[in-house]
């Protein structure tokens, strides 16, 4: 990732620049706003970096579990690694390969993992660092890597390739061994064909000197490798898939291409001393059982008080087409089929002790499937999962659209978790999650932080978000709203889009007074307020809005004509083409009565609707056919429960709804908005379910072409483009692409017109083509006349023009602090009277700056191109700030930054930029993610406090920050997976085991692969790549109470076997220094009485 960090020669460098890129406009009064707003941030309050990853790991490839510390790993097939300890702790790396993960082995109780990649390398990574690292890189030339295998608290890897091979390598050193297993030596002699690539490898439980190797044709080989020779070879007809021991070592058993399992005694090669196939059907005549589908992978289990548990996946017959991956759990008599509802990658089962040669005692089997992590409850009758406690249901169903906030009221939290916790599923196992490795990270964020996503099949998620952890807290079905069509005819008349029609397309959320709004791809809007009481709705209220546009329109009119739009009254035909047949051909359904028109794109459902506690319907707004043509896609939305408004927008202009008083206020064409007009009235009225549209005449507008991948709704990466599909097929929709679609919306207490010396309620909208327009509402008193008087509203006319569509909009006062939207507390609407008038408070109108000056109010606008800031009530612009030439931004917010505010924009060229306000002087400029995928694009969303975050995949969270106080302070903040833990003590080997020689063979495999036993390696075989990881991250793994002991009881064994040598040598040079002796005893008798010259 590449930064630009210009810090504090941007604050230079804006001076300098002013007058080309932030520009202040030579106003009266412009000079007097620079002096009297003292702006505190400076580049050094930003840097950028990312946090943490949430989700279920995208394309997963491959796992191991550190039965020790309790901590999973899972590979990807992009090189990610992921690591899951408790709740809340996890961690994301990275290969910068990007090659495939196709193994990991953890070194057990040390801190390290060994990740073994399709490119051909193998790397060591530090995990008791809380960033991990690469200590050692490996990458093989020659010979392709199939399977490794490291032994418990051993240094040696041993790696078998795809030309039947293996080498073996010092995991400390990262060294490879002048010791190799060639295959021409492990196999028969007397065999013509190569065996195939090394499928498994493993040391026998009670023989560390005895080497297991399956070969794929189906050979089976035990070397010995003190001998360096193969000891035995079992040999069968089918491939050979998996190979799992009996912890005595006397047994394995292998899985096949067919769909069998054989078991094998070590001492009798010759033939399998049992074959079963589990799914085939056995035939009457004693005939072998008809093929089945492979057996992947075998796991042979064995436990002290019973029968031996067997787990294997594959095997079904051939004719269960279509069914499902199944996971088989084999234990005593009982057969088991589990079904999952994704094809399984691997699984593992997770045994009481770390030692191949005890009674493993399994108790769970952990199940990775392509989307989903399952964890299956042994120990229980029916064989239970457990709740998983990570945020991987991010994906349950793709998400379309997603929003960010942080620092909500406190009490947001709890109340969402209330309603959440009782919709919860039932029939979980009743033990606790055990993968509950590592420690929680100590860091001082304590603001509250929530995540809201919406999804293709209708549904919203509310995550807690708070200290870089993630919970689902509530999940709200839209769906249940409408009724579900039944046939496909029903369906192809019902609605506009071929797949997900309930699908979220935006929303609109208020934390202060939690007020919902959500907009779907079928051109539905439905607002939901927050409940705490369960109540039955007899009819759910409906309101149907009819948005057209001529088609045969000329230029944009001119912002400053004296135009007045007219203005239909409710239930009136103001549209000609209302009478008259469709001029071009539609894809709406025709009926024998001719196009259709007044139709909604979805039925809402008819009976009674149950609502649980949590958010509730309190109107639904459907936009109708017209004509024969579908209503357009939803691009904008906004709610404000201060002033008990909805406003919506498409590319045939805009309605504001009174949701309140359940009536349609004004339904306007985009063009209508740039001429003042006089203040309307809607008188209320009651929402009605016999379809009697409200219909407005909207001229549309030539010019550029509106973004359609902004427009549309994600999702997944493989049906992008359906929310769009079969919408229209008429010319007459490639002339509504170009038409000017409102793009943003912003409610607030402003300044109508130039001017203007009093605040009031007002909308600001912003447009595709780059236009703001201010828009006054008059609303009646609070309490009964709210509810019974009209509200007035009028377009005041086009404010100003910006390049590029408008994304985002903001009031600051005269101090330039940011002005929110008005908003009303919550009360629950089905608590009693009194209740509701205690909490139920408006709040009082932002107070009005003071009078002395013109402009006590400032108007941030934000575009794909640039941003400006306008005086208000003069509305003349004091600074302007061309963002981007070449690229366009995706995403803009003005946040809240210690203590201050500024824009932060997202462009599509990857740079991340933030800009002070009011002056917009450019205080970041980060090349952080070249856009890729228009995923992130639609995903990507800032929020305050530097915080910021995007879907990285279809099924994962990228939370990144902009803010140099929480990059200092993320070390603090991670979890830690590594936490000292004794290990185990090694099983007993017992008296007569001990006496007789029948316990587990050690092996000093220091004299075997070390250099001096087995000399050098060849070169050209792998290069050595030191890691990154730095000195501190290899005291870190070298050191530490747990490495210490494991290494000092190894050590200990081989010192034992060292010391029985050294004893053997003592005694044989006692008994040659007796000799000596003796012989110089003798020599000395003899000579001893006799005269020098005598000798």
Not at 1013 to 1022: D, P, Y
Request: aromatic fraction near 8%; proline fraction near 7%; hydrophobic fraction near 35%.
């Amino acid at each position: 990732m590449k930064k630009f960090n210009i810090r504090k020669v941007l604050d230079g460098l804006t001076a300098a620049s002013s007058s080309s890129s932030s520009s202040a406009t030579a106003q009266p009064g412009s000079s007097r706003e620079n002096d009297v707003i003292q702006e505190t941030l400076q580049s050094e309050h930003f840097q950028l970096c990312k946090t943490v990853r949430h989700g279920f790991p995208y394309q997963p490839s491959s796992m191991a579990f550190d039965p020790v510390q309790k901590i999973l790993a899972v590979g990807t097939q992009t090189g990610a690694l992921r690591l899951f300890g408790c709740a809340g702790v996890e961690c994301y790396c990275q290969h910068e390969s990007g090659a495939a993960v196709i193994q990991l082995q953890f070194l057990i109780n040390e801190g390290a993992l060994v990740s073994a990649l399709a490119d051909d390398s193998i790397h060591l990574w530090n995990l008791r660092q809380k960033i991990p690292a690469i200590l050692h890189s490996l990458k093989f030339s020659r010979e392709r890597i199939t399977y490794c295998h490291l032994p418990f608290q051993s240094k040696w890897l041993y790696i078998g390739t795809e030309r039947g091979n293996i080498h073996i390598v010092n995991v400390e050193s990262f060294t490879l061994s002048g010791y190799v297993i060639m295959w021409n030596k492990a196999i028969e002699l007397s065999t013509k064909t190569h065996p195939g690539p090394v499928v498994h490898i493993s040391d026998n439980p009670m023989d560390e000197g005895k080497l297991l190797i399956g070969y794929e044709c189906g050979v089976v080989v035990l070397w010995d490798l003190k001998c360096k020779k193969a000891d035995c070879r079992y040999n069968y007809d089918e491939a050979i898939h998996s190979v799992a021991w009996h912890h005595e070592g006397k047994q394995f058993v292998c899985s096949h291409s067919d769909g069998t399992l054989t078991t094998w005694n070590i001492r009798i090669p010759a033939k399998s001393a049992q074959i079963i196939t589990p799914h085939g059907k056995q035939p009457k005549d004693g005939k072998k059982p008809e093929p089945c589908k492979p057996i992947l992978k075998v796991e042979y289990k064995t436990t002290r008080a019973g029968d031996p548990f067997m787990v294997l996946s594959g095997g079904l017959s051939y004719d269960t087409v279509g069914r499902r991956a199944c996971l088989t759990v084999m234990h005593g008599k009982s057969t088991t089929v589990l079904e999952m509802d994704y094809p399984i990658v691997d699984f593992l089962t997770l045994c009481e002790t770390p030692y191949p040669n005890d009674f493993q005692e399994p108790y769970a089997v952990l199940v990775l499937l392509e989307k989903d992590l399952v964890l299956i409850d042994l120990g229980q009758i029916g064989y239970p999962i457990f709740e998983n406690p990570y945020p991987l249901t991010i994906h349950e169903s793709p998400v379309t659209c997603c929003e960010y906030f942080v620092d909500c009221p406190a009490e947001l939290i709890p109340a969402l978790y209330s309603v959440g916790s009782r919709q919860k599923r039932q029939g979980y196992s009743k033990k606790e999650w055990p993968i509950s490795g590592g420690n929680w990270g100590q860091g001082t964020q304590s603001y509250p932080e929530i995540i809201i996503t919406g999804h293709a099949d209708g549904s919203i998620k509310f995550w807690d978000a708070s200290a870089l952890m993630l919970q689902v807290l509530y999940k709200l079905k839209t769906a249940k709203v409408f009724e579900r069509a039944r046939g496909k005819e029903e369906k192809a008349n019902t609605e506009i889009v071929e797949e997900d029609p309930f699908a979220i397309q935006t929303l609109s959320w208020c934390p202060e007074s939690r007020m919902l709004c959500v907009a779907g791809v079928s051109a539905h809007v439905i607002v939901y307020r927050f409940s705490k009481q369960e109540i039955t709705t007899e009819v759910v209220q409906l309101l149907e809005v009819r948005m057209q546009c001529e088609f045969n329109c000329g230029d944009s009119p001119d912002p400053g004509g004296e135009q007045t739009p007219t203005l239909p009254t409710p239930g009136a035909s103001s549209s000609p083409q209302e009478s008259e047949p469709p001029t071009q051909p539609s894809t709406g359904s025709n009926s024998s009565d001719g196009p259709r028109d007044n139709i909604p794109c979805l039925q809402v459902r008819s009976s009674p609707l149950k609502q649980s506690p949590g958010y509730q319907v309190e109107l639904v707004i459907q936009l109708v056919w017209v004509s024969g043509e579908p209503p357009q896609p939803i691009t904008s939305l906004a709610i404000n429960s201060s002033y008990g408004l909805v406003v919506f927008g498409n590319s045939n202009g805009l309605a504001v709804v009174d949701y309140l008083q359940k009536t349609l206020l004004l339904n306007m064409g985009t063009s209508e908005l740039y001429s003042p007009s006089d203040p309307y009235q809607r008188q209320p009225r009651s929402p009605r379910r016999v379809r009697q549209p409200s219909g407005a005449t909207c001229d549309s507008n030539d010019g550029s072409n509106t973004s359609e991948d902004r427009c549309k709704s994600p999702t997944s990466d493989a049906r992008d483009n359906s929310f769009t599909r079969s919408r229209s097929s008429s010319v007459t929709s490639i002339d509504r692409e170009s038409r000017e679609a409102i793009s943003s919306f912003h409610f607030c207490e402003s300044y109508p017109r130039k001017n203007d010396v009093a605040v009031g309620p007002c909308l600001l909208v912003g447009t595709t083509q780059g236009t703001v327009m201010m828009v006054a509402l008059s609303l009646p008193p609070a309490g009964d006349q709210r509810l019974q008087q009209p509200i007035g509203i009028s377009s005041c006319g086009s404010m100003v023009t910006l390049k590029g569509g408008i994304l985002t909009m903001a009031l600051l006062d005269a101090t330039g602090a940011l002005l929110p939207p008005p908003y009303e507390p919550w009360y629950d609407p089905n608590a009693s009277d009194e209740e509701k008038e205690k909490s139920r408070r408006r709040r009082p109108a932002s107070p009005t700056s003071s009078q002395e000056g013109p402009d006590p109010q400032f108007a941030v606008l934000c575009s794909e191109k640039q941003a400006k800031v306008l005086a208000m009530p003069s509305q003349t612009r004091i600074y302007k700030h061309n963002i981007t030439e070449t690229s366009f931004v995706l995403r803009a917010d003005v946040v809240q930054m210690a203590g201050a505010n500024c824009i932060a924009c997202f462009c599509a060229n990857g740079h991340i930029m933030t800009l002070s306000l009011p002056s917009l002087r450019p205080l970041l400029d980060v090349n952080y993610l070249p856009l890729t995928d228009m995923r992130i694009a639609r995903t990507f969303c800032f929020s305050n406090l530097g915080q910021a975050l995007y879907l990285t995949s279809p099924t994962e969270i990228q939370r990144i920050t902009y803010s140099q106080e929480t990059c200092d302070n993320r070390q603090e903040m991670l979890s830690e997976l590594f936490t000292p833990v004794e290990t185990p003590e090694a099983p007993n080997r017992g008296f007569f085991k001990g006496l007789f020689g029948g316990g587990a063979q050690s092996l000093d495999r220091e004299d075997l692969f070390g250099e001096t036993g087995a000399g050098k390696a060849s070169r050209s075989l792998a290069q050595h790549i030191p890691g990154t990881g730095g000195m501190e991250g290899m005291k870190g793994a070298a050191s530490g109470v747990v490495g210490d002991l494991a290494r000092a009881r190894i050590a200990l064994d081989e010192r034992g076997q060292k010391l029985g040598e050294l004893e053997d040598r003592t005694a044989a040079m006692m008994a040659s220094a007796d000799s000596f002796s003796k012989h110089a005893h003798d020599m000395m008798l003899k000579y001893k009485d006799k005269k020098w010259y005598q000798l």
